[in-house]
């Protein structure tokens, strides 16, 4: 007969290390004392970084774009709102480029982002691609498209050193242009 509980202590130490051997299956070494802060501390040890940047135009908040870097080099594109006077003026654009410059300074292999059917178009123009379709997902009748890019590794180095010049906490839409963006 099976049962399922909640983790206890006394089996923590156990299932770290049958998710070590899970983990070793798919080609990562992770070790014991990571494995058991990661079932102590939960998913939130997988989150390496989780950084939220703001929009501004003339100095005012018209937005906000959030990027949360994980293990595995995988980074999530998360509350990405420009205020409603300031959309369709190019500003979305210039944030979602910001975005995917910062992951590529940080050696991202991949980014994804949960959007609404109606961005799809959007980023296409960024060669994301629809990984799936979530029905009803945070609410009633809101559904979500899962979507996803991959990023070119051989522009990561190249991009990581001109970001690295700059102040990415004040780059502006003039310094934007001026990196390049594919």
């Known amino acids: 007969m099976i049962s ?30 990571w494995a058991l802060n990661y079932l102590t501390e939960g998913h939130a040890e997988e989150i390496r970084e989780n950084k939220f940047f703001t929009i501004k135009l003339n100095k005012k908040v018209i937005g906000n774009i959030s990027v949360i870097i ?15 006077e300031n959309r369709r003026k190019g500003h979305g654009t210039e944030a979602l480029k910001f975005a995917i410059l910062y992951c590529k300074s940080k050696g ?3 980014i994804y982002s949960l959007i609404f059917p109606e961005y799809m178009k959007f980023y296409k123009k ?23 890019k991959f990023l070119e ?16 906490k004040e780059l502006t ?10």
Do not use: C, P
């Open 70 to 84: 994980q293990k595995g080099e995988v980074a999530k594109i998360k509350d990405f709102v420009i205020n409603e």
């Open 108 to 110: 991202m292999r991949k």
């Open 153 to 168: 590794k051989e522009k990561q180095l190249s991009l990581k050193d001109e970001i690295s010049k700059i102040n990415i």
């Open 4 to 33: 399922i509980t909640e983790l206890s202590e006394k089996d923590k130490s156990k299932l770290a290390k049958l998710l070590r051997s899970y983990w070793r299956e798919r080609g990562f070494d992770i070790k014991q004392k």
């Open 126 to 148: 960024f060669n994301f691609i629809e990984e799936g379709y979530l029905k009803n997902h945070f609410k009633e009748g809101e559904d979500l498209i899962f979507v996803s």
């Open 173 to 182: 839409s003039k310094q934007m242009q001026s990196l390049r963006y594919k």
